[in-house]
């Protein structure tokens, strides 16, 4: 098989990045090891930047966003016994973000690429990038006992963090920043209606808290917990226990309970890989750098590298201009490293430490104070919130 560009991976980096180039005329193939159920199975992230938004209707995906996700308008702190509310829109001059699970995301994207006919491999078997430091790239996997080869001018590889691409560059070639935290986020999806209409993040002395949702009848809740810690360990009863103790008495209280429809544990971390690109090789999203979910940064990340490496195809193709593909990793590295920094600052910020010590959460205590007390600070961080503009 020959297209323009191998596209490793089907998450919403993978997938995106296909639709768009579609929409331009550019032949790409998606090649994912798992099978499309297991893709979906997968419950994620919730909350969209604008720039994420404007992508998927660039990317003629927009329409049941804009149907069914919920638009929020401010976030909640919880500390201290009470709740404050940080008005984004107001904060922002007029800017907000969008509930819209990766799940629907990805089945949006999924059902396009399907609907266009375009050609997609799932349950592909030891995928493997070649010669991306020449001029004729190509993957290898193997499908139904056959072995396949696709050849390519471009491979993006947007596999995540476990995935093969970024493992496949030479190890002196990759300089890796990053931060492991000493702690994880239990998650759990229910059926009950979210405790409020906006999301509630709590800074608790029993650890962090955060009530988030998916629709008005659907809500999803994390808890801090340790690293060794393990999800099958929680019953329904102790999660929503343990829930309810971490939040001020009025959240508590408008708490609804039920059964679990999924629970899992994530590990917190930070992670860059400089460069973003090899030859012909592209890493985006999850392949390249992660954050802690704290700041719901990650998914819109992705996205962003997608715009700037569509954006550096089309040019390539269109204009004949290599500009777009030169400035790729140093354009989006330049939004990781802020995004890093918020999703890091966040962390910093609502989780306890095991080693903070008294000192360490009088200073939580006042940055909290201030923040919802300070126009200067409440600004910065619903600006880093709703997510940077773009400087192309
Ligand atoms: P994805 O979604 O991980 O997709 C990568 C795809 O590549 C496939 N793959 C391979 N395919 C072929 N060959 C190989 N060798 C391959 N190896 C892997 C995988 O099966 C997969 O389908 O990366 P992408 O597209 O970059 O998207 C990024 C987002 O998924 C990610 O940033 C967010 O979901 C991060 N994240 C969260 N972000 C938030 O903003 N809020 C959250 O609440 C939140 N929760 C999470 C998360 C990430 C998690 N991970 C990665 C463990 C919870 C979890 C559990
Ligand atoms: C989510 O709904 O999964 C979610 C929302 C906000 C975050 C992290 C996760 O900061």
Redesign the pocket.
């Known amino acids: 098989m020959r297209v323009q560009i191998a596209i ?7 997938l995106l990045l296909g639709q768009l180039l579609h929409r331009a005329g550019i032949a790409a193939v998606v ?4 099978s499309k159920d297991h ?1 979906l199975a ?1 419950i ?4 969209l930047e604008q720039i994420s938004q404007d992508l998927l209707d660039a990317a003629g995906v927009g329409e049941r966003m804009h149907r069914e996700g919920l638009v929020h308008h401010g976030i909640e702190l919880a500390f201290g016994g009470r709740r404050h509310r940080l008005d984004l829109y107001r904060l922002t001059g007029g800017r907000a973000v969008r509930v819209y699970g ?1 799940t629907e995301l990805t089945r949006d994207l999924m059902e396009a690429r399907e609907a266009a006919g375009l050609p997609s491999v799932y349950q ?1 078997a030891e ?1 493997r990038v070649h010669d991306f430091d020449g001029e004729r790239p190509r993957v290898t996997f193997r499908r139904d006992g056959q072995r396949h080869e696709v050849r390519c001018d471009f491979i993006a590889g ?7 691409c970024r493992a496949s560059v030479p190890a002196g070639a990759l300089r890796i920043y990053e931060r492991v935290y000493p702690f994880g986020w239990l998650g759990v999806l229910a059926d009950t209606p979210p405790v409020s209409d906006e999301l509630v993040y709590s800074n608790h002395e029993r650890g962090f808290a955060l009530c988030s949702m998916r629709s008005p009848t659907r809500s999803r809740h994390y808890l801090q917990c340790s690293l060794d810690d393990r999800a099958e360990r929680w019953s329904d009863a102790a999660f929503w226990d343990e829930l309810r103790r971490r939040l001020d008495a009025e959240t508590a209280q408008a708490l609804v309970t039920g059964a679990s429809i999924e629970k ?1 544990m ?1 590990p917190l971390r930070s992670f860059v890989a400089e460069p973003m690109r090899f030859g012909c090789l592209f890493l ?4 390249a750098h992660i954050v802690p ?1 704290t700041g ?7 996205a962003s590298d997608v715009r700037y490496l569509s954006r550096a195809f089309i040019e390539y193709y269109r204009d004949h201009s290599a500009a777009g593909i030169a400035d790729y990793s140093a354009k989006c590295l330049r939004r990781v490293w802020k995004a890093e920094r918020f999703s890091w600052h966040m962390t910093s910020l609502l989780h306890r430490f095991p080693d903070q010590g008294e000192f360490g959460h009088k200073i939580q205590e006042a940055e909290l104070d201030y923040l919802v007390h300070s126009q200067a600070a409440a600004a910065s961080l619903a600006e880093n919130y709703v997510g940077l503009p773009f400087e192309d």
């Open positions: 490793v991976g089907s998450g919403p980096a993978g090649i994912e090891q798992r893709v997968r994620r992230a919730g909350i990766q592909a995928v947007c596999d995540g963090y476990h995935g093969v899992s994530v985006a999203g999850d392949a979910p719901a940064k990650g998914l819109n990340l992705a």
